[in-house]
Nanobody, 113 residues
């Protein structure tokens, strides 16, 4: 059974940094992606990392968002720098493309002014 557990969110001031983690079980090390859903908005793609570690980030977020993975820990990370209030959202990880049945609880990131 696939299980994805996100962690690392919290409250941070604008301009701060945060690293989110996603630990996967029952799934090996497939291509993975981060998504986010802000209040009142649809879930959107943030960044992806391939099986071999090739990464890509949503155009508007490049320069502040970095994705990485640790194959031994079956964990994918999302590093966010210079957080802005519009980054406030629930952040989710999933496979890439996403599996309908694999969405976890996500981790809440709240950026204060």
């Amino acid at each position: 059974q696939v299980q994805l557990v996100e962690s690392g969110g919290g409250l941070v001031q604008a301009g701060g940094s945060m690293r989110l983690s996603c630990t996967a079980s029952g799934i090996g090390n497939p291509a993975m992606a981060w998504y986010r859903q802000a209040p009142g908005k649809q879930r959107e793609f943030v960044a992806r990392i391939s099986v071999t570690g090739v990464t890509s980030v949503q155009n508007d977020l490049r320069g502040r968002f970095t994705v990485a993975r640790d194959y031994d820990k079956n964990t994918v990370y999302l590093q966010i720098r210079n957080l802005q209030q519009e980054d406030t959202a629930v952040y989710y990880c999933n496979t890439d493309p996403p599996s309908t049945n694999s969405w976890g609880q996500g981790t809440q990131v709240t950026v204060s002014s």
